[in-house]
């Protein structure tokens, strides 16, 4: 595998189920980030991890719970979401610090709520 | 709040035509950057600037820098279908974190 490396790709969950998405970037990085994408909207940033501490949380709900136990691997655990939270949810990795800190995305996990 | 306008949103044109998109901040940012995101897939990185007044090209693509560091702009020559997607440009504030633009749509028909 190469890249960034997202699971599932798509998802569809009730309002009352507990999900989770799992992101795994293959370049070295340390430094990862989890974006919200929503129709008409900007990406959104969620949370920033650098290595492998929270260094971000973008005023985000509680219904959304970020994981990073390891420079490689990131998770976003689900719970009780609401329809308007369906979007694309796209993890990337950099390598922090740098003076870009150009982004390498995943393929994105389609999230649909029921 | 940090805002990066994009223009147009949406733009469609015909194979060989040339276009330019816009990206507007009163923000100043160390660094620009431009990816290109297809249905389906993330975005991918095309280009960083980082000096004011910077040009970079790739291929048929020229970007350039604004010289206060608060605008970009991409230029596509001879525009062809495979240029088709999201454009999304990107500040970088510094703080370890991108601030993403409104995007522009590209749909070039053969």
């Known amino acids: 595998e190469t890249g960034v490396t997202q699971t599932p790709r798509h998802l569809v969950m009730g309002m009352t189920n507990k999900k989770s998405l799992k992101c795994e970037q293959h370049l070295g990085h340390n430094a990862m980030y989890w974006y919200k994408q929503s129709a008409k909207k900007p990406l959104e940033l969620m949370f920033v991890?650098?290595?492998?501490?929270?260094?971000e949380n973008n005023s985000v709900p509680s219904r959304f719970s970020p994981e990073c136990p390891n420079s490689s691997h990131l998770f976003l655990h689900l719970h009780t979401l609401q329809p308007e939270d369906s979007a694309l949810y796209l993890c990337a990795s950099s390598q922090a610090p740098g003076q870009s800190y150009e982004q390498y995305f995943g393929p994105g996990t389609r999230l649909t709520v029921t | 709040t940090q805002l990066l306008e994009q223009s147009p949103q949406f733009l469609s044109i015909q194979e060989g035509e040339n276009l330019t998109v816009y990206c507007n901040s009163s923000?100043?940012?160390?660094?620009l950057q431009w990816y290109r995101q297809e249905p389906g897939e993330g975005p991918v990185l095309l280009v960083t600037v980082v000096t004011g007044g910077e040009v970079k090209k790739l291929k048929r693509l020229t970007f350039q820098f604004g010289d206060a560091r608060k605008d970009s702009s991409l230029h596509i020559t001879a525009a062809q279908p495979g240029d088709t997607g999201l454009y999304l440009c990107?500040?970088?504030?510094?703080?370890?974190?991108?601030?993403f633009g409104t995007g522009t749509r590209l749909l070039v028909s053969p």
């Open positions: 990107a500040g970088n504030t510094g703080f370890q974190k991108l601030v």
């Open positions: 923000s100043v940012f160390s660094s």
């Open positions: 991890y650098s290595l492998e501490e929270r260094v």
